[in-house]
């Protein structure tokens, strides 16, 4: 397979870690100044006690962002990635001056491509990012007992191995999404040639043992429609991915009647 166009936009969107100053909070949101931010970038809010000890007190993910005021609303919520029961919890809140660091882990990535020249060809593109295989993933659907991946599937296992980023491969396309907030920040043209389809991604672990009971027990049967319905969920405005799923859905009804 030739493939020429290099997938260097995780490199250059997202090559740093956003460091920045909460300005104001307002019960579960916090405004920052900021030159320009994407609308479902995620994060952290981090609390200095002292000039050589900090914490993590909070989650933040980008819910706007006023150009004429160089300011962006954060939503903020309870930080869970590295919860551990049997150890005490501070409950602070994050207050004006905490700091914040957004794209947090976005040097980290999961692939979901439907077969393994898709795959490694798309890896090979990104060679500044650090994925976590496939048969990773496949391992932990099978624990949870999904042949579906679900929403929580996925945030679950971003939390689990400090993944920032998820990368769909869907009929030519590669949309970026956050792994926290599932918002789609980038949507690249990848043509290439699909000569197979595996479900529910491209794995070396072929089965996955599933439920009898409860979402995601079934095993996905079909990789674009179940993938676009899942982005959709999370990104109705979003005009590209609306009209690529609208475009399969038509030839996939033409090539059924035909």
Known sequence: MKFILPLLFSLTLFAN???TKIISV???TATIKINNIQKGISGVVVRHFTPKNSSIIASASVEKFDKNTNTATLKLSKFTLFKNNNLPSGKWKPKVGDRVLLAFG???G???APNEEIYYTLKRSMKNEVFIHPDVFTTFLSFKGHGTPLKEDFKGFCNNTTIGLLFFYIDQKLYTTDCQTFKILNIQDAPLKQTSTQHPFYSRIKEIETNWFGKGKEKL?????????LLLKYNKDNQTLLQQSKKASKLK???SNG
Request: proline share 4%; hydrophobic share 30%.
């Open 17 to 19: 870690v956003i460091q």
């Open 26 to 28: 307002d019960n579960d």
């Open 106 to 108: 976005y040097d980290r």
């Open 110 to 112: 999961l692939i979901i």
């Open 221 to 229: 049967t079909v990789y674009a429609p179940y993938y676009y319905k």
């Open 253 to 255: 009804k033409e090539k």
